[in-house]
């Protein structure tokens, strides 16, 4: 039936072959709409973490509100905007070819990986701008990975159905949970009488690592997707290898760099033109070696980053604050409430 109608369609001899789509409308619709869910599941939870900080930090220092809550406080967006948003990430994910898209989490796994051993004593607040600078590049990651494992199925786009309304679901539970947290969690810690509340204050210390796992496992997948749907372009060995070589020699050289703007300058700036030179080396690539289609679906990228990163430059604000000792202290805290916690149930 979806032949049918995309059979009216125009086709190359009315467009351009690099404006063609390499899939079929619907199912990059769907593998959008997965790959937006995940990024609002990421987004959400991350805020949840940040606010459970904020609130530990509080009754840390005897009830005085913490220095990022008064300047910059962490917020849920606003509905009409989060829509927007939304969806604006949804049709990016279904315009950008699976080819780019594999670039893409290539270079940020490349970049991740250095990122970590060059990080020292700052690796947590590392982790934390990394899961913030990883939206789209988790977006195209996802995108990958049901590209990759749906190819060749005759009807991939009922499973992409399914997977899209699970992912749905569980986008808009975890905006409920952030809205939950946001205007109740200080009474009902303090109560005690919510089990979700009581649930994040006893085991909220692993929101944290449960993300970053989550995230490791998601872009393994994709980097397996990721070499193959690239290495299906090419017709001999002589090809790939012309084509990984200056790949990953010119992005090598850009994470080195990178590195060093993001010690010299402020967060958000050196964020954002990391976002630059990483979109505008590989659009430089593909300019040699690529194709028409690949470097319209770079531009289509740098929207795709913007619309990310700039509604979510508090999240980002708010990792950069982030050091050790407050980990180290609203750990141990958590771990003192959970002893005393079993102690009481025992003594029950």
Request: net charge positive; glycine share 6%.
């Amino acid at each position: 039936m979806f032949s049918f109608i995309t059979s009216f369609l125009p086709t190359s001899y009315l467009l351009p072959g690099w404006l063609i789509l390499d899939t079929n409308p619907l199912v990059g619709l769907l593998q959008g709409l997965v790959g937006a869910s995940g990024i609002s599941v990421l987004c959400s939870l991350l805020r949840v973490h940040l606010l459970l900080e904020d609130s530990w930090h509080e009754k840390n220092n005897d009830g005085t509100s913490s220095v990022r809550s008064s300047s910059n406080p962490i917020r849920a967006k606003h509905g009409l905007l989060g829509m927007l948003q939304f969806f604006l990430v949804t049709g990016i994910l279904a315009i950008v070819g699976s080819r780019v898209a594999s670039l893409v989490v290539l270079e940020f796994c490349l970049r991740a990986v250095s990122g970590l051993f060059t990080a020292g004593p700052e690796t947590r607040r590392f982790l934390l701008q990394l899961l913030v600078q990883s939206q789209f590049s988790l977006g195209c990651a996802i995108s990958c990975s049901l590209h990759f494992l749906h190819e060749g199925a005759s009807q991939r786009w009922l499973s992409l159905l399914l997977a899209a309304a699970l992912s749905w679901y569980l986008a808009k539970k975890a905006a409920a949970l952030l809205h939950h947290v946001i205007a109740l969690y200080k009474l009902h810690s303090s109560q005690r009488y919510c089990g979700i509340c009581i649930s994040l204050l006893t085991s909220g210390c692993y929101l944290l690592p449960m993300l970053c796992r989550t995230m490791v496992i998601a872009f393994f997948v994709a980097v397996l997707a990721s070499v193959s749907i690239i290495n299906q372009q090419f017709l001999s060995a002589t090809e790939a290898l012309r084509f990984w070589t200056p790949l990953t020699i010119c992005y090598t050289l850009l994470v080195v760099y990178m590195q060093e703007e993001q010690h010299r300058l402020p967060s958000s700036q050196a964020v954002l033109n990391a976002v630059v030179v990483r979109l505008g080396g590989l659009m430089v690539l593909m300019l040699t070696v690529g194709r028409w289609a690949d470097v319209f679906h770079i531009l289509i990228c740098f929207l795709g980053e913007a619309s990310c990163l700039i509604p979510n430059m508090d999240l980002l604000d708010a990792a950069s604050s982030q050091d050790e000792e407050d980990f180290t202290m609203y750990a141990r805290r958590d771990r003192r409430q959970t002893r005393q916690t079993q102690e009481k149930q025992h003594q029950r």
